[in-house]
């Protein structure tokens, strides 16, 4: 297990995951929800769906109102079981504990592979492993999601950080080290953001078309289509 998965299955899993919702500011809410209503605009009830960190389930939701099918992975157990509760009563889904970066799902299983809310950052991968990985699992066709944070978010996404430090969900945030676009906690917790250049680098000579598009002034999408 890497010092990022301890990180998340001790500090930012489960109950105490859900809690860094609850306490975004309306912002920050108008943001999580442009960024689903960008990725539901692109599924239909044929598509089999793939939610990457799925979290608490938090997304599972919305996906399965136009998805046919929806599988959520997470390699923590605590958020896994948060998921389970917090899903009960829906249909049309699975949850797997599963590495992001090597998945044993076969290769060209999903139509659609969702990674939002600044994800790619969040694993303990490295970003162009998780693209190659993404869309190796990706059917012909099919897309591969990826959001990071819009440069112009900044100050919003800062304001949520410390909201979450104050009540104790990270660690202190570290003033002198935490600059644009890159958030550090004194615990070692550490959130980058990619801009449209790193998006490109880390897509080049991939097997897909490549978008990038900002949404809501909040999130900077990638998304591959596969070939």
């Not at 969040?122 to 869309?135: D, G, H, N, S, Y």
């Not at 979450?164 to 990270?170: D, K, W």
Request: aromatic fraction near 10%.
């Amino acid at each position: 297990m890497t010092l990022r998965t301890k990180y998340y299955e001790a500090k930012l899993s489960g109950r105490r995951l859900m809690e860094v919702y609850e306490i975004a500011p309306p912002r920050v809410r108008q943001y999580l929800k442009a960024e689903t209503e960008f990725v539901l605009d692109r599924l239909s009830p044929e598509t089999t769906a793939l939610d990457l960190g799925c979290g608490y389930g938090r997304i599972i939701p919305d996906l399965l109102k136009k998805a046919g099918r929806v599988v959520g992975i997470d390699s923590s157990w605590g958020s896994l079981i948060a998921a389970r509760a917090y899903l009960h009563g829906f249909q049309g889904f699975r949850l797997l504990a599963m590495d992001a970066g090597r998945m044993g799902f076969s290769a060209a299983s999903f139509d659609a592979v969702i990674c939002i809310q600044n994800g790619v950052s969040a694993f303990k991968v490295e970003p162009r492993t998780l693209f190659e990985e993404a869309l190796r699992v990706t059917r012909r066709n099919g897309i591969a999601l990826f959001s990071t944070y819009a440069d112009s978010f900044w100050e919003h996404r800062l304001e949520w950080f410390r909201s979450q430090a104050a009540s104790g969900l990270v660690g202190e945030i570290d003033e002198e080290q935490t600059r644009r676009g890159e958030i550090v906690c004194r615990d070692g917790f550490r959130a980058t953001t990619f801009t449209p250049e790193d998006f490109r680098r880390l897509t080049h000579g991939l097997p897909a078309e490549v978008t990038i598009q900002e949404v809501d002034g909040s999130s900077l999408f990638c998304l591959m289509r596969r070939h």
